[in-house]
Every structure is written in structure tokens, then in C-alpha cells.
């Protein structure tokens, strides 16, 4: 059996073949459409599939995509940081291929992909964190995943982490976790912080000159000893990290974290000291392991493959809605 996984990013779209034991046959990657209408990025897909299966026949076709969903229209109705805002995944796709497509979140996904698949196999209290563009999160409790009522139940990068913030979120919120601490905010994130501060440093200076600075950039001037990057990094970018991560546990109590996303994964170190500092001050419960993925980029394309290889019992209802609605007419 081979499984069509494809993981819709903020930025690239990814589509791999997975095989039963949750391996990689083949896979490619695409740029996301930055402009277009709410077909393209399934036009996109579409394309993507039928370049890397060629005549290879597929047994279903599983979507991780940034959020947040639809998951009953099987559409992303407004995602903050996707170029094109409002897209159909399901009904293209299904269209085009006539196999079972499951759609669930980027992080969803992932959560299900580690439980079958990686290093959560077997473990019923899991949530996966992804720490990049955005954050996001995907969460199996009592070996049942959440999904909530749009698909939604997981949104926790949109926790509340600090009322008196005036940073706001792509969502449109204010004092977000992903506002404060995703890869697409430390640049404005940063900026905020310097306000009535001083340092010795030459990513203060550039900030200061209102030079663009990528979070990169940061991290770079980090590991060069930069006093700015440092107190940044340690005290605050970290310390909002662990006040996320103690919110996923005092709100599911989980029995492994694991974590993903190219922030994270690229500055593993700094995370596992970082919140090994601060976690202990938000945590009611007893705390979680917390480990990396395995995975790599192809977290994304394992877990949306995984959706369809075993469809979770929460997602079932909207299979059959895509079923009944798209292919028996
Ligand atoms: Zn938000």
C-alpha cells in the first residue's frame, strides 16, 4: 500500500509517498501560489501528486495544512500566513484522484504520524509543537486525537501568554504565544523588547538604525555571544517558549512532548535549557519528556500520510462527509 502525504505550509507545499511502515518512498516540494483564487493551491497539489506518482495507482491521500480549518467543507478559511488567505483542499483533490482524502492541521498531522510512526508509537498522551512560521500543535489524548468542532481543537500557538501585550497576531489577537515567539515574529517581537533598553551590540545598533533583521539573524548573533541575542533569547524568547509548553501540559497532561519545526529543531540546545529554566514556573502538573522529532522536514508529509493509513476515529465523520458529498453522485 502506498499513501500520498502532503503537507500544505505557509510557505512550501510538500508532497511525499509513504509507505505502510511510515517510510518516505519519494517525495518533492513546491513553492506555495502567492497569488491566485481559492482553487490554486489544490491546483498546485493536483499537479505536485501527479508529478511524483506518474501511473503509480494510490491508496488515499492524506493533507496537513496550516490553519485554521474548515474541516467539515474540507477548506482553510482564512489562514494568517498563507499568501493566498482562503483555499478548498478536499473537494479539488478528491475530485481529481477518486480516493479516500483525509484533511486534518499541519500539527494534527504530525501528532498522528509520531503515534503511529515515530517516536510517540504507542504513547496515548501525546502532543507534537511546531515551532515554526507559526506554532502550532496537535494533540492525542487518552489515544484519541482532538479535532473539536471546525478542527480546531488544538490552536493552542493562540494561547493567551501575556494580557498586557500590544503585539498582535496574525489572527488578530493580542499576547499570543505564536505572536511572541513564532519564527515569522521574533523580527517584530525583538523590536518591542529593545524599548527602554540598552546594549553593547551590533544587532542592537542595526535595530536601532531600523535595518531588517531576520530570526536567523538573531539566533546567529546568539551563538556569537551578542549581548542583545542573549538576553533576548534566554530571558524572554525562551521563557514565552516554556510558558507555552507548561500551558500544553497544565491543559492535556501528556506523557511525551514532542517537538518540531525548523526553530526548534535548528537551536535544539537552546530550547532544552530554556525550558528546563522557566518551565518549573508555570507547571501545575506533573511534567511531560520532551523530545525532538525524528522526522526531520518530513514530519509533515509522514503525518498527513498517516491520517489516511489509519483514519483517527475523530476525523471519521468528515471522511464520510467528503465521500458521500464529492465522490457518490
Ligand atoms: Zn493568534
Not at 280 to 299: C, H, K, Q, S
Not at 303 to 327: C, E, H, M, N, Q
Request: charged letters at 25%; glycine letters at 12%; hydrophobic letters at 40%.
Amino acid at each position: 500500500m502506498v499513501y500520498v502525504g502532503v503537507d500544505v505550509g505557509a510557505t512550501f507545499i510538500r508532497v511525499g509517498l509513504v509507505d505502510d511502515g511510515g517510510n518516505v518512498v519519494d517525495k518533492l516540494k513546491v513553492r506555495q501560489p502567492t497569488s491566485g483564487d481559492e482553487n490554486t493551491v489544490a491546483e498546485v497539489i493536483i499537479k505536485a501528486i501527479k508529478d511524483l506518482t506518474r501511473s503509480r495507482s494510490i491508496d488515499g491521500i492524506g493533507i496537513g495544512s496550516i490553519g485554521p480549518l474548515d474541516l467539515r467543507r474540507g477548506i482553510v478559511p482564512l489562514a494568517p500566513n498563507a499568501p493566498i488567505k482562503r483555499f478548498k483542499l478536499v473537494e479539488p483533490i478528491i475530485r481529481e484522484f477518486g480516493v479516500t482524502v483525509v484533511l486534518g492541521n499541519d500539527a494534527m498531522a504530525a501528532a498522528w504520524g509520531e503515534y503511529l510512526f515515530g517516536i510517540g508509537r504507542g504513547v496515548n498522551n501525546l502532543v507534537y509543537i511546531t515551532f515554526s512560521t507559526g506554532i502550532g500543535a496537535g494533540v492525542i489524548v487518552d489515544g484519541h486525537l482532538l479535532v473539536g468542532k471546525d478542527g480546531n481543537a488544538h490552536e493552542i500557538g493562540h494561547a493567551v501568554i501575556n494580557v498586557d501585550s500590544d503585539i498582535k497576531c496574525g489572527c488578530g489577537g493580542y499576547g499570543h504565544w505564536e505572536a511572541l515567539g513564532s519564527g515569522a515574529n521574533v523580527p517584530k517581537v525583538i523590536r518591542a523588547f529593545i524599548r527602554n533598553r540598552t546594549y553593547r551590540s551590533k544587532l542592537y545598533e542595526r535595530l536601532m538604525r531600523n535595518e531588517d533583521v531576520t530570526t536567523e539573524e538573531v539566533f546567529q548573533a546568539y551563538y556569537e555571544g551578542d549581548e542583545l541575542a542573549r538576553d533576548f533569547i534566554d530571558n524572554f524568547l525562551m521563557k514565552i517558549h516554556a510558558a507555552g509548553i507548561a500551558t500544553v501540559m497544565n491543559a492535556y497532561d501528556p506523557e511525551l512532548i514532542v517537538l518540531g519545526g525548523s526553530m526548534a529543531l535548528n537551536h535544539r540546545e537552546l530550547f532544552r535549557r530554556g525550558i528546563e529554566k522557566y518551565l518549573g514556573m508555570y507547571l501545575a502538573v506533573n511534567p511531560a519528556r520532551i523530545e525532538f522529532t525524528r522526522f526531520g522536514d518530513d514530519v509533515g508529509i509522514i503525518g498527513a500520510a498517516a491520517l489516511v493509513y489509519k483514519i483517527p476515529d475523530s476525523l471519521r465523520r468528515f471522511v464520510d462527509g467528503y465521500i458521500s458529498t464529492y465522490l457518490k453522485k
